[in-house]
């Protein structure tokens, strides 16, 4: 999954969990996701709908599932990240943001 990223990529979870700072750059990028899997298991991320905006954006209405492997507590939550992808076809940023009104609005800035 780590491929589809640029090399300086920021993958940002602050905007829904404010307690996680933005990451930036594919060592940082795995770093944290390999804090994940530790936390849940069968953590996925099914996509739901995506929408094309503007300058490279997409939204991405994102069904985040799994269970906390020491707390036995369930996640089945809709989100929404926002994509921003550069010319060599690589995401630079993802963010992600509580729903995918919001991730249209960010996708979209100009209408």
């Known amino acids: 999954m780590l491929a589809m990223y640029a090399d300086d990529a920021v993958f940002d979870l602050s905007a829904v969990f404010t307690d996680m700072a933005p990451v930036h750059g594919h060592a940082e990028i795995r770093r944290h996701w390999d804090r994940m899997w530790e936390v849940w298991g069968g953590l996925r991320m099914d996509v739901r709908e995506v929408h094309e905006g503007d300058d490279g954006r997409y ?34 940023s993802a963010q992600l943001l509580p729903d995918m009104e919001a991730a249209i609005s960010a996708a979209t800035p100009h209408t």
């Open 59 to 92: 939204a991405v209405q994102i069904r985040l599932w799994g269970v906390g492997r020491e707390s036995g507590v369930a996640v089945d939550q809709l989100f929404a990240m926002l994509y921003t992808i550069g010319p060599d076809g690589k995401a630079r």
